[in-house]
């Protein structure tokens, strides 16, 4: 099937980790976030998550089996739904952006979400746009290898948990506590662990 115009042209206006990491500074010194929704508390989230990704850019620890990348067979291409307010994002991305880094044949981009909701809608998690969102295809052919996101396992069990709850019973910010802390606990690995497990699938069905 071949890709579609709205996902080439995420990918083509996309940008790179640098260049992503340089916006979310810039919003933050502008005293805003990103999308079209502006609050106080979507700004303090941006600010805190500036913090967090630059602290994964400095003490991400890259499992052995993953110190010369992933085990990919042939080129792909990337791309990451995401918005800089996001806190999953903040944690995910960093890791994300090293291990692309790391594997030749890998471009690597990242879209903000609300800029491109045609392509989030088809990559919906249980009717939501949640974020970050990776979208990862095979150069030569078109084909769709795979997709992840928004979380990784562990960190989507506290978040179901939290939307089990009666309405009136949950607590927002316990339950962003509690996730947080889960992601510095987990130091990256299940994000690196699950990505693996993703490449080495299409390996696998390529063979």
Same mark, same amino acid.
Not at 15 to 30: P, Q, T
Not at 145 to 155: D, S, Y
């Given at each position: ?25 810039? /919003? ?33 620890? /890259? #499992? ?14 990337? #791309? ?43 990559? #919906? ?37 939290? #939307? ?44």
């Amino acid at each position: 099937m071949p890709i579609s115009k709205d996902l080439i042209e995420a990918v083509e206006t996309g940008m790179s980790w640098d260049a992503y990491m340089e916006l979310f500074g810039r /919003v933050v010194a502008e005293g805003r976030t990103t999308g079209p929704v502006q609050t106080e508390d979507l700004f303090a989230y941006t600010k805190l998550n500036l913090s967090r990704s630059r602290r994964w850019n400095k003490t991400l620890k /890259v #499992l052995p089996a993953l110190e010369n990348g992933l085990p990919i067979q042939a080129p792909q291409t990337w #791309l990451v739904l995401t918005e800089a307010w996001c806190g999953d994002a903040a944690q995910c991305n960093p890791i994300i952006a090293e291990l692309a880094k790391r594997t030749s044949g890998i471009r690597l981009r990242f879209a903000l979400r609300d800029e491109h909701l045609s392509v989030m809608d088809r990559y #919906l998690t249980n009717g939501g746009r949640s974020i970050p969102k990776l979208i990862a295809w095979d150069d030569a052919t078109g084909e769709e290898l795979f997709t992840w996101g928004p979380r990784p396992e562990g960190a989507q069990k506290i978040y179901s948990a939290f #939307l089990a709850q009666p309405v009136e019973s949950r607590d927002a910010e316990a339950m962003k506590e509690q996730l947080h802390r889960w992601y510095f606990d987990d130091a990256g690995v299940s994000v690196q662990e699950e990505l693996l497990a993703l490449v080495r699938e299409t390996v696998e069905v390529e063979r």
